[in-house]
């Protein structure tokens, strides 16, 4: 494999399990010029474990956008550069966004050479709707700034996806289960590739419980997954269906889900909102 001169790659590396990295991620790191990585020191225990020996230089948080400006006058200069983080895809709740930003905005090409990463991997294996979903990455740590961002997704039909550190766990779990209630089913991906993988889904209270049971079950990397709000079509069962699709085909739309609202009990507004989608 050739490295493309004056390219930017963008290279996922392992979330736990050093199996995980790809045969194209091992030729571009030994490939190209030099390594911008998050933490040259973590990093370079991943590099000498592949026997990788290019030149690193640093690149996070409190460096980057000055960092990413060097970094794209060498890449327009055809030198080659690949970006890495600590674990998994860079960018995803890690530096890089800068970096990227100004590489495209000064035309330079940005391959991206995908990988692990937590978030992909925990919903896979969560067994919660993945055809919709939303990434919130790390929960703020005060109580009222972490309620203000559960808050506007409580109606979210989608599933939500959270990144969390052992230290929060818990609160963060208890937030949710305020917010959201605690019958919201929820999966916890824990050490995800690593000895104590652990997914366990419940509902959030039960989540809390499990939690509070086992210090064990605290300890490690986390993703907290939370089913979407359910959604009208889901809370209207198959009798009342039945029965708001006979009335449909004999009175209006209105008169159908008042009626069928009568006849089994089920809120007359989401019978009718159900019937708009049926018309739909
Ligand atoms: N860029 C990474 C990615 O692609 O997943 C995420 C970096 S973010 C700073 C680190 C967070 O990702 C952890 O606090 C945890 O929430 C999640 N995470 C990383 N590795 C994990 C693993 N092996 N199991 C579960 N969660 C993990």
């Not at 309620?147 to 766990?169: G, Q, S």
Request: hydrophobic residues 45%; proline residues 5%.
């Amino acid at each position: 494999m050739s490295i493309i001169s004056g390219a930017l790659y963008v290279v996922a590396t392992p979330i736990g399990n050093l199996g995980d990295i790809s045969a194209r991620a091992l030729e571009v790191l030994h490939g190209v010029t030099v390594i911008a990585a998050e933490d040259t020191r973590h990093s370079g225990k991943l590099l000498h474990h592949f026997g990788i020996k290019t030149p690193t230089m640093a690149l996070h948080d409190h460096n980057e956008r000055v960092v990413s400006e060097s970094i794209v006058i060498r890449l327009q200069a055809g030198e080659t550069v690949a970006l890495v983080s600590d674990a998994g895809t860079p960018l995803i709740s890690d530096p890089g966004y800068h970096l990227v930003a100004q590489a495209r905005a000064a035309g330079c090409q940005v391959i991206p050479v995908p990988g692990a990463s937590a978030l992909l991997a925990a919903l896979s294996a969560s067994g919660l709707p993945s055809d919709r979903f939303t990434f919130e990455g790390f929960l703020p740590a005060k109580a009222g700034a972490r309620n203000a961002k559960l808050e506007p997704l409580r109606e979210d039909p989608r599933t939500l996806v959270f990144y969390e550190a052992p230290h929060r766990i818990e609160e963060s779990i208890a937030a949710m289960a305020g917010v959201f209630g605690g019958e919201r089913p929820a999966v916890i991906a824990r050490e995800l590739s690593k000895t104590f993988e652990t997914i366990h889904g419940d509902s959030l209270a039960g989540l809390s419980n499990w939690l509070a049971a086992d210090a064990n079950q605290r300890k490690g990397e986390f993703v907290v997954m939370v089913g979407g709000a359910p959604q009208a079509e889901q809370l209207v069962d198959a009798e009342a269906e039945r029965i708001l699709r006979l009335l449909l085909d004999e009175v209006s739309l209105k008169q159908a889900a008042a009626l069928a609202a009568k006849i089994t009990g089920v809120k007359k507004n989401l019978l009718y909102q159900f019937a708009l989608d049926l018309a739909r």
